[in-house]
Structure formats: C-alpha cells, structure tokens
C-alpha cells in the first residue's frame, strides 16, 4: 500500500504469494504429503506400488526414486523431495526411500519446534551440528571390511534386495552383482575404483530371473542385419561406426532431368558405386564385423553380405562407447579416415536366440574387464524390476569396495545415532538442544516404519529400542520377519556406510533447504495444497496427481 492507501501492484495479475508460518506450514505439508507416499514401501515388508502413467503404462516397483520419478508432483516443495531421492540415487544408488522418509520427519519434527516459536535459522542450525554429529557417530560404530571380501560385499548386496520383488533371487543375483563389481574394479593407489558405465546391463523378457546371467564382453539387443551373413566370427575385427550408409539425401528439393534411358542407368550405376565403394573402404581396413550406430542402406547390406562381414546396426550410442572401450576399437565418424588401426578385437561374435528375439553377443575382448549383465525374468514387468534391484545391488557393492566399511541394518544405526545425539544434545544451550532432540527424535523413524510395516507396533518398538541401546546393544534393529527386536548382525543384515552417511546429508539439506522459505511467490497456476481435516497430519485426496488413498 502506498501512503494513500491505493494498492501498488508490483506481480503480475494471477500471481499467488504466501509468505511467513502460512509459506512454511504448506510447504512442510507438501513435503510430508510426499514422504507418507512413499513410507509403506520401505524395508522388506513393505508393500510394492503399482504406478501407470499417462499412456497407461504399468510399472510395479517398491524402488523409492522410481516411485517418485513416476507421479506427476506439482507443488515446488514436493518437488524438492523428489530431487533427495535423486540425489541419492545418483551419489550411492540406494537408500531413496529412507532417505525421502527421513528429510519428511525432520520437517515434521521442526514444524513442532516453529510452533513452539522457535526461530527457523535455530532449527537449521541445530540439524546442521547433529547432522555433523551423526556423521561421526557413524563413522565410529562403521565396521571396516577389506575391499575385495566377496562374502561381505555379497551380503550388502542381498540386503540391498530384500525389499524387491526379486528378493527370492536374491542369492544368485547378488553373485553377479559381486562378480560384475569385481570385474571392472581398478586398484588406484590404496583404494579401488569401480564404474557403474563399465558393466552394460541389458534386459529381455522371458525364461526366469534365476536364468540372469553375467557374460564377460557385452550383449547387443540387436540382430544381424542380412540372411546371408555369417552368424558368427571368431578372432573377430571389429569396425565401428557412427554414421550411416546410405547416398546421403539432399536437404533442398533437387531435381534431376534424366531425358534418356541411358541417363537412367548412369545414374543408378552412379549411386551403387558409391555404396559399393564404402563397403570396400571396410573391406579394406580388414573388418569382419562391422557395428553401426545408424542405418544401412539395402543395398550396402547385400554388399556386406558378399564379403562376409557380420553387420549390426543401430546400435545405441552408450552401446558404442562400451564397444569401444571393450575392444579396443575406435568409433570412426568419416568413413575416408578408417584404416586398420581402428579396427577392435574380440575372439568371438556371434547372434543367438534368446527367447523370440536374436541378440548379438561380443565375447573375450580385447580388454578383459568388460562385462554384461544379461537380465530375465517372466514378464516384462518382472525384468523391468529385476533390472533396477541389480543396480541397486550393483551401487552399494560398488560404494563398499570403494569405501570399504559397513554398518548393520534393520534401523539399528538410525536409533544408535539417536542415542548419541540425546547425549549430545545435554551438551548445548537450551534451544539448538531442543533441535538436535528433534533430529534424534526424526531418526527414529526408520526403525519405526519398518516395524509398522512388518505389522507391530510403533511405540513399543522404539521404547524397546531405545532400551537395549541404552544397555550398549549397538546392533539391536528390527527384524521384520519374526516381529521382534533383535541384534541385527547375527541376522546379517549389512549395508554400506556410504548410503547411511548420504542419507543424513540428502535429508539434512532438503529439510533446511524447505525450512529456510519463508515467501512464496508464484507466477501463475501453482495450486496449495488442500488443508486436511485436523492439519498436515493426513493425506489430502486426490493431491498432485496421486489417487485417493494413495
Ligand atoms: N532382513 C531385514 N530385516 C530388517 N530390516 C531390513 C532387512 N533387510 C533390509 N532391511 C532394512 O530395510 C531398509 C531399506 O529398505 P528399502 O525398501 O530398500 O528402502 P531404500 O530405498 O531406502 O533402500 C534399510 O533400513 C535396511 O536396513
Ligand atoms: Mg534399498
């Protein structure tokens, strides 16, 4: 308002702002709206999401960032938790789920806190100092393991897919994952190194998941492109390729006046030598394979196939970087350029039936380290979820070898972090202590959903919990299969340090990222959420795109 009392209009028509307690409590309550979503799918127990999208795509998962890369969020603070599921996706590959549930129960913790009118900066500075703390706690209880330890990293590796729908396979799928990480893992210096790009993952339907299988080269999804090429090359030189062999069409209308037959034929004899003479130029350089990212005229093929060179075509580009790397071949883009030297080596290529379709199998390459993974299983869906459960059980054995330590699972850490900062917290003045309390208080939560999950009941097992690690029971967890606390080591529930400290960073950073808003302005369409019966603790229906109930 101006000193006259006339309005100033500084946003454009239909512009919506909120700003102080009304900022924070939406957008808290969006944020929680997405942690509840994902809650009845954490731990083994959990339950599993059917998800169909727009077209009426179906996907069955229980994976937290597969969940919410699939619903539609609309409201920025929601989006801002499905950015932690990213986050944690990307740096250690599991952990989305508890990892979107803890930065939700922080927020709920602080939302108590701002009611008691405590200053939000108090709050994000007290979750800060007990995030550092929790870090180190961690860091204290972690148990150190050598990197190479195949029944350790195995054991990760089945944790890690106990929540799945896969979780009968568990045992054979992470053998593969073990063996795949080994494979490709480099020593640098005292430490090792594995990369996810390194092991091509390719899926096709059918048989069952106990037929997944790991193959030392790499597996194309693609057929031979002619009838009358050979099916198979050993000591195979393999050209590759990334443009297309065709007479290239010209990007203007052209026109040719052809007036006589003769004309004609000149014409065509024209254009058949000039795919004549780049199936030549690949003859040349000494290839009897040849993989190409793009298309291959007809008639190119007919040449290749008279000269015997096994051609794939339509390779994907991530593909071709693999291939490259795995024999030791170049991908050449101008055809003129290709000589011998860019030529891969693998002992055997060769096209077999797999299920109804013919896949291209590169074996024994150049470079021994590359290796596939071949996933199948029932039905699509079946593949599709086996597939993310071996990347995740890919990521935390590769987060272990490279940081070999780990913790054990089942909630015990969250309630031992909780205890060391309820100590820590006596240390500080009056009300950062109230926020470290809140963020101990929040950690408890994972424990707790698991046992809600697997049917008990809340309060009892947190007071159990809290109990015996008081007496010094660091590994009393929740063990969701008998329904009662119990020393989680002995059950052999292991992950790796890396997701449990991500965890803590991820849900630290979006919880203060959320907190710290306090004027929302949005140009526009942006809708608040609904206002529940009783406040933000249920769910509103049929809020950003998910069904009621949800
Ligand atoms: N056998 C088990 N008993 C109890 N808890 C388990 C067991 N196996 C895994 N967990 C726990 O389940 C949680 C992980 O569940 P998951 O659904 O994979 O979620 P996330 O997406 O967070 O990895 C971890 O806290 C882990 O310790
Ligand atoms: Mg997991």
Redesign the pocket.
Known sequence: MSNQGVPVLILKEGSSRSRGKDAQHTNIMAARIISEA?RS??????MDKMLVDSLGDVTIT????TILDEIDVEHPAAKMMVEVAKT?DDEVG????????VAGELLNKAEELLKKNVHPTVVIDGYRRAADKALETLENIAIPVEATDREALKKVAM??M???LVAENREELAEIAVDSILHVAEKVGDEYRADLDDILVEKKPGESVTDTKLIKGIVLDKEVVHPGMPKRVEKAKVALLDTALEVEKTEFDAKINIETPEQMEAFLQEEENMLRNMVDKIGKAGANVLICQKGIDDMVQHFLARKGILTVRRAKKSDMEKLSKATGGKVVTNLEDMTEDDLGYAELVEERKIGDDKMTFIEGCKNPKSVAILVRGGTERIVDEAERSIH?ALCVVRDVVREPKIL?????P?VEVARSLREYAETLPGREQLAVQSFAEAMEI??VT?GEN?GLDPIDIASDLRARHEKGEKWA?????EGNVKN?EK?E?Y?PLA?KKQ?IKSATEAASMILKIDDVIASGKMKAPPMPPGGAGGMPPGYGGMPPGY
């Open positions: 994902v799918s954490l731990g083994p127990k959990g229980s994976d937290g960032r944690q599991d952990g989305t789920t508890t990892s979107v549930i944790t890690s106990a929540s799945k995740d054990v699972g089942g909630g015990s969250e994972v424990p698991l697997a967890g929740v063990d969701v299969y989680m059950l529930v992950e997701v965890i």
